[in-house]
């Protein structure tokens, strides 16, 4: 068995030398040069605010952006970012991440709000947990499903 190993990989390194060699053409080498420092230029304030983060996109990378919120949830996002009032004595709670889908943090960085469910007898299942600061979020999540999954919201 060892023998057919060695004769495979004898097999195998002929056929990409002979690949590489059929497409090696002088005459199709190309030299890359770099621009001057001049020309290069780096993207915008507004070209990479809205760029997520690593934090962002820890979350099974998936993402939702702020205005593709069902219309609840953009109000409760533009709350979170005045402040409030909240309508609901438990927005801004400690979230505890007792699911732990979301990255882990000391607790207290993150604080749950409610977005609300039309006819529902309850809060609902929606909600919209950040992270950092109150008024100042580092990273939203939008959660459809009660704490099952988390789309990272992207401003």
């Known amino acids: 068995m060892k023998g057919h190993r060695g004769l495979l990989r004898i097999v195998v390194a002929s056929f990409v030398a002979s690949l590489l060699w059929a497409c090696a053409d002088d005459t199709t080498h190309t030299q890359v040069v770099s621009p001057p420092v001049a020309e290069l230029q780096t993207p915008s304030t ?69 977005v609300a469910t039309a006819q529902a007898s309850s809060r609902g299942a929606k909600r919209i947990v950040c992270g950092g600061r109150k008024k100042t979020p580092s990273v939203c999540y ?7 999954s988390f789309l990272t919201i992207i401003p």
């Open 142 to 148: 939008y959660t459809a499903d009660h704490y099952a």
């Open 46 to 114: 507004q070209q990479t605010k809205n760029i997520p983060t690593a934090e962002q996109l820890a979350v099974g990378k998936r993402t939702i952006l702020a205005r593709d919120l069902p219309a609840v949830g953009k109000r409760v996002y533009r709350l979170i970012w005045r402040g409030g009032p909240f309508p609901y004595d438990k927005d801004g709670a400690v979230f505890g991440n007792r699911e732990r889908l979301l990255p882990s943090r000391p607790r207290g960085y993150y604080h749950e709000y409610t």
